[in-house]
């Protein structure tokens, strides 16, 4: 057997796609596992049906993952997929759209048949007709192969069709040198009790490697060398999971015991499954009734001197609102998860979307502020999920986690980090009286308030001698009994509001990248989009394009000089995934014309078309910044 030439490429873009009982999701996660132990650097990109069950063989039935790996730092799922492994015809027809001319495209033939065909309104099959010449095209009949490949196992046809994703995996896995050792110990993981089906899905996965070796369809193999990254241990990680790790992690540092209510709901579930495997940790998970239960446990456990988090989406944070604006009354700590989702109602629940910033800003009754905090990629949620209860418990307020499905679903390798070397968060609750009455005797005032951070004192129930009144009702400055008085209700109402402005003063400058320090243009972000936004300066400063960046993780309040950097440029584009949401509270508040530049179609943006948006504003300029 002849060796095949081996051909060094320093990234691609592959994408699986098929129905959504095909495994995809499965075999895209695989793949990036095993990409991720070789030591590139990754992002990917899982997109699949809201249903179910949907339609098989529809185009609403097409679940998809897309990988971009490469030798060097990655900063998003990639624009446009160099590989597509279809495997059927709906598959080929929602992606094709997405490739260039002279991808390659691995269709799965089997699967097309005159039915299949029918159901997404192919006449012949584009395999045959001609119209895919320009791509390099490889029809394989991955389902008969992998049955042939199983024909000596006590399976019935089903069943040995259920391993043709392994049977791809297999062949990518070769296509691309990546190792298939981690696939087979996490088949015996998932199918240890089950020896047939585990033998059934790793002769699959080899068969389908043997089958790249022997075959005349592809006459080379690619490699693509490790990535040069900070040294530590890494681990391939997803945005819910990194955000669930954060918030175990700030527990341990702060020494409270983390008690999360939540009710499942599609794009943050996983972060209540993350969390219900670490009760060794002390973590106490809830799946309540419904959302408002999620969030009213959640206060409750905060009152009970435990760290207090809920996660939900959109829809649930509508439902959550009357109690949210309950604990900015109570003024306790409260982390509040936001996995945000193409919206209105029920929307594109497994869609990516940033329309819920105005909601967490205003969502609710009367004057209830709370603070908001964004992470900028899966890895980043980790950091975004600690700093929110640092916050949260200094200043006793409820904190917004604005995260959303493209960061929640997708990965990246992730530098664990030495959880001993991580901010300690210092909780101090209140044991003893902390005032004098008119006779000097000791007393405890619930709303006394910290002079710096304007938070009110966190006590235990029960404390002896530090009994008060809580509830939804307005309550008094200082003393905290029940008060109607208009007067009080005005100071309370700027006293909450002014102790989330405070927070400002603990936040660090935005930092601007500016290079040459005169670019006429800034590009501002927020949440998910930083990684297109990075990779369209990327782009158009290799075209010699002078342009400024910078990303927004505070939203409320905003960084101390926010004001300053948006009045240093000519122009400012906001890229979001809304129809303009960060623009609004910009203009209203610093009264610059900033422009937004959206999109709300469930996917994120390419940084092919934000580096066309950045070309044509600098086209603009006046002369004095051009």
Known sequence: ??????????????????????????????????????????????????????????????SSFQLHFADHHVLTPGDAPDVLVAMNPAALKANLGDLPRGATIIVNTDEFTKRNLAKVGYAVSPV?????????????????????????????????????NMFALGLLSWLYTRPTTGTEQFLKNKFGSKPDILEANLAALNAGFNYGETTEDFAVTYEIAPAKMQGGAYRNIVGNTALAYGLVAAAHRSGLQLAMGAYPITPATDILHVLAKLKRFGVITMQVEDEIAGVGTAIGASYGGALGVTATSGPGVALKS?????????????????????????????????SDLLQAMYGRNGESPCAIIAPQSPGDCFNAAFEAVEMATTYRTPVFVLSDGYLANGSEPWLIPDVAKLPQIDIDFTTEPNDVDANGEPVFHPYLRDPETLARPWTLPGTAGLEHVIGGIEKADITGALSYDPNNHDKMVRLRQAKIDGIAKSLPDLLVDDPSGDAGVL??????????????????????????????????????????????????????????????????????????????????????????????????????TR
């Not at 007709?129 to 490949?149: N, W």
């Open 1 to 62: 057997m002849s060796i095949k030439p081996v051909e060094s490429l320093d990234s691609v873009v592959i994408r699986f796609a098929g129905d959504s009982g095909d495994g995809m999701q499965l075999t895209g996660d695989r793949f990036t596992s095993e990409t991720a132990a070789l030591g590139n650097d990754l992002s990917t990109l899982p997109n699949y049906p809201a249903e179910i069950r949907a339609p098989q063989g529809t185009l609403l039935g097409v």
């Open 128 to 164: 045959e007709d001609g119209s895919l010449e320009s791509y390099h095209l490889h029809p394989l009949r991955l389902t008969s192969l992998t049955v042939d490949a199983l024909a000596d196992f006590d399976l019935s046809r089903k069943d040995k069709e259920r391993s043709k």
């Open 322 to 354: 009357e109690a949210i604006g309950l604990a900015v009354m109570l003024e306790l700590p409260l982390v509040i998860v936001d996995v945000q989702r193409g919206g209105p109602s029920t929307g594109l629940p497994t869609k990516t979307e940033q």
């Open 523 to 624: 590009i501002l972000g927020w949440g998910s989009t930083y990684g297109p936004i990075a990779e369209a300066v990327r782009l158009v400063r290799k075209d010699g394009i002078n342009v400024a960046q910078a990303h927004l993780r505070h939203l409320n309040p905003f960084p101390p000089n926010l004001g300053e950097v948006l009045a240093r440029y000519e122009r400012v584009i906001v890229p979001e995934m809304n129809l303009g949401q960060l623009s609004i509270l910009l203009r209203a508040k610093y009264l610059v014309d900033v422009e937004s530049y959206t999109q709300v179609r469930g996917l994120p943006f390419t940084s092919i078309e934000l580096a066309a948006v950045l070309s044509k504003a600098t086209a603009n300029l006046s002369g004095a």
